[in-house]
Nanobody, 118 residues
């Protein structure tokens, strides 16, 4: 009933910047907090950033000060602005959303690859 689609991934050099976008469609009124996770091969999936309907945000310590999460006024699109990228940021990035109406569950997008390398 809710679909998430990421875009904006690609290849960047260390120190570069990239902006990821996530668009929600379907029964978007049923979702509340949204965020971004990432996972690299051989590493555990981690939560990168979250944003609440109020606009409050939280970040993993590893990206704090470099990444910024934001949303559109209608809350249907969430962005992740990434700056001063490092090779350690290389991962598949997934958009997530929490369902707050009915049975709680998490929605996940298909992911977009970010590669930081010379």
């Amino acid at each position: 009933q809710v679909q998430l689609e990421e875009s904006g991934g690609g290849f960047v050099e260390p120190g570069g910047s990239l902006r990821l976008s996530c668009t929600a469609s379907g029964y978007v009124a049923s979702i509340g907090p949204m965020g971004w996770h990432r996972q690299a091969p051989g590493k555990q999936r981690e939560l990168v950033a979250t944003i609440l309907n109020s606009g409050d945000t939280n970040y993993a310590d590893s990206v704090k000060g470099r990444f910024t999460i934001s949303g559109s006024n209608d809350k249907n699109t969430v962005y992740l602005q990434m700056s001063d990228l490092e090779p350690e940021d290389t991962a598949a990035y997934y958009c997530t959303a929490q369902k707050i109406w009915g049975t709680p569950r998490d929605y996940w997008g298909q992911g977009t690859q970010v590669t930081v390398s010379l």
